[in-house]
């Protein structure tokens, strides 16, 4: 609805609405919810699930009617559910412990949005208005629960009511979602019931009551919950008691007067003039937002009509699915958002129709996409590959080789964007998107104040003789395959020896030592290691000194992430899903009982904890790591020590070096 609600028309006209909408031969923001909501006092209305961000989008598009009239919004709607809420909904028998889990996940939609009241950039802005037209009472919502099924499945009755301020009502019914791409998106249809038409009165009475029985909690079948006066209260408090009229225009929230942040600007005139390429930007340093303003540069440009933006990890696309929603309805309310990953099956509606959308994929299931689109419509694309060194793995290589060649655009974004120990891969990934245009490195990141400064300490430790045996159980296979005639790849024999370092067995026991003097670098710390078996024994010692602490090896564990994102525990235990892509600015200590002879894996590690937090403007962050002292033997330093030597001389860098920038 953004950009679509314009000046209040004059109320004394007679409502002028069709009985029956559809998108594409309708605009169904533009012809049927503007004009009602221009002239509504209360608008009641059951939709489906709304994610945190799409949530934000909607309420900031109401910002102006409830500004300038008395309009006040009942919503009901489904929470989004994560796969281990879900599995524990079913799973639960006790009725008083379902509701209980029911509330903490309804109060959970709230803490997101109270966490978002100090993020660095425009969500900031949209969570403001959420808590202003709570605080306001314009906005009341609820949460729907299905419950005469298994499978608690998401509240998907989509009816709304309309009161006019001239005392008559309208009621619709239909599958459009109460979004912008639901507004807009083709084959979505609504039925219309107007009471001062005759015939309609009773339909729009039961309508009414039905959105009635369920927001009072009365309806056969389901649970509608709202929110605890507790965490209502806490929005309340930190609601803004005025909001400053919005621009429509669009904007990319990293203000070309900060020096800071010019490296965003020197990337995309980088990107602009060769049209294709590698990003190489150091974690936290705006990738995302340099990839929406070469985005937008190339739609003002009108160069392209399309963009698909691929990647891998559910975390990671759901949060480039966010971005763009907000950016939709920061003013681009004639583009679509598709997704297809997880739980989302819409790579088909995009194929048809991919004029005004963006599509957010999986790399996986990519090349489908690519075969049905037509070369002249990629040649009007943009296609955008994040964290792309992952784009290179033999499945991919051999899916997607030569694919990329008749799209007019094609970037590729990463920190690290060479794979180790594999000139086969960086050669498709250049030939495919381009080479390095443009790089920012940590080190002028930490000198611009881009990232925060770092402390490094190294811990030793050394290797037991059941070590040293795993050691030479490698050094025996490797002579074994030989023998037999197909020997171990240089990249097979680092591997397994490195996982020997990275397991070593004297590690949790140097952690043990290290932590009665030093219980405080357990707050807001994420611990690497290599294997879930590797982490019991250091969860053991943990819980000597907290118990905030959980682990996240798989979606199952996923509430663990958000649970440590809002700051409900103090220390993530973790393998490799986190090593890129996720914003958690509060992150303070980074502990490495694993990290890679290359040096993209701790790139990635380090930077979860870089990243600046505006809540504690004089951050500095800590990195821990384990380093085997030098061997006699040793002609050249080992892994460890190499990375050691590097990480020291990064932790030296200070805002306003020279070198650095």
Not at 509 to 533: G, M, S, W, Y
Request: with cysteine; hydrophobic share 40%; proline share 5%.
């Amino acid at each position: 609805m953004t950009q679509l609600i314009g000046q209040r028309d004059d109320l004394a006209k007679p409502m002028a609405l069709k009985s029956h909408y559809r998108s594409g031969s309708d605009d169904l923001a533009k012809d049927f919810f503007q004009p009602c909501l221009m002239r509504a006092s209360r608008y009641r209305r059951a939709v489906g699930y709304f994610s945190t961000s799409a949530l934000l989008s909607w309420t900031d598009a109401l910002l102006r009617l409830a500004r300038e009239g008395e309009l006040t919004v009942q919503l009901i709607a489904s929470p989004e559910l994560s796969p281990a809420d879900a599995a524990t909904l079913r799973s639960l028998q006790d009725p008083e412990k379902t509701a209980a889990y029911q509330s903490v996940i309804v109060d959970q939609v709230f803490e997101e949005i109270l966490a978002l009241l100090d993020a660095p950039d425009d969500r900031a802005l949209r969570a403001s208005v959420f808590a202003w037209l709570v605080a306001n009472d314009r906005l009341q919502l609820k949460f729907a629960f299905p419950e005469h099924v298994d499978d608690p499945g998401i509240f998907h009755e989509k009816i709304g009511v309309f009161d006019f301020v001239d005392g008559t009502r309208a009621a619709f019914t239909g599958s459009a979602n109460e979004t912008i791409s639901g507004h807009r998106r083709n084959y979505e249809s609504i039925d219309v019931f107007c009471d001062w038409i005759s015939g309609e009165q009773d339909r729009v009475a039961v309508k009414t009551e039905q959105f009635d029985e369920a927001w009072d909690n009365l309806a056969t079948g389901l649970s509608v919950l709202a929110p605890s006066k507790e965490v209502v209260a806490k929005l309340r408090e930190r609601a803004p008691r005025q909001i400053a009229p919005r621009s429509t225009q669009l904007e990319i929230p990293t203000p070309a007067s900060d020096p800071r942040w010019a490296h965003q600007d020197e990337a995309v005139a980088a990107f602009l003039s060769a049209r294709a390429g590698i990003l190489e930007m150091a974690t936290g340093t705006g990738k995302t937002r340099t990839a929406l303003k070469i985005m937008q540069s190339l739609i003002v440009n009108k160069a392209i009509d399309a963009a698909i933006i691929t990647m891998e990890g559910t975390d990671l696309l759901d949060q480039w699915s966010g971005e763009l929603e907000e950016w939709i309805a920061d003013g681009r309310p004639n583009w679509l958002l598709y997704r297809h990953f997880e739980r989302h099956h819409e790579s088909g509606d995009f194929a048809l129709d991919p004029k005004y959308a963006l599509l957010v994929i999986s790399r996986q299931q990519l090349r489908q996409v690519i075969d049905r689109l037509p070369d002249n419509v990629k040649g009007r694309m943009l296609i955008i590959h994040d964290e792309v060194h992952g784009l290179a793995t033999p499945s991919l290589v051999e899916s997607l080789q030569g694919r990329h060649a008749a799209f007019a655009y094609r970037v590729g974004l990463s920190a690290t964007p060479e794979r180790a120990y594999d000139q086969n891969g960086n050669a498709f990934i250049a030939a495919e998107l381009g080479p390095v245009l443009y790089e920012f490195p940590l080190e002028k990141a930490i000198s611009r104040g881009v990232l925060a400064e770092f402390d490094y300490l190294p811990l030793n430790y050394d290797l037991t003789q059941a070590d040293r045996d795993r050691l030479q159980a490698v050094y025996a296979k490797k002579a074994a395959r030989a023998r037999e005639g197909r020997p171990m790849s240089q990249e097979e024999i680092w591997t397994e020896i490195a996982k020997v370092y990275k397991t070593a067995e004297m590690k949790p026991q140097v952690f043990a030592n290290f932590l009665p003097d030093h219980p405080n670098v357990l707050e807001r710390c994420i611990i690497f290691v290599e294997t879930k078996e590797y982490g019991v024994p250091i969860l053991e010692l943990l819980h000597n000194f907290t118990h905030l602490y959980r682990t996240y090896y798989a979606e199952d564990d996923r509430e663990h992430l958000v649970d440590f994102a809002h700051g409900k525990i103090d220390c993530l235990i973790t393998c490799h899903r986190i090593s890129q892509g996720i914003d958690i600015r509060s992150l303070n200590t980074v502990v490495l009982f694993a990290s890679a002879r290359a040096r993209l894996e701790t790139i990635q590690r380090i930077g979860r904890c870089l990243r600046i937090d505006p809540r504690q403007p004089d951050k500095r962050a800590l990195v821990i790591d384990f380093v085997r002292p030098a061997s006699p033997t040793d002609s050249v330093p080992n892994a460890d020590q190499e990375r050691s030597q590097w990480l020291t001389a990064l932790s030296q860098v200070r805002r306003g070096d020279a070198n650095g920038a």
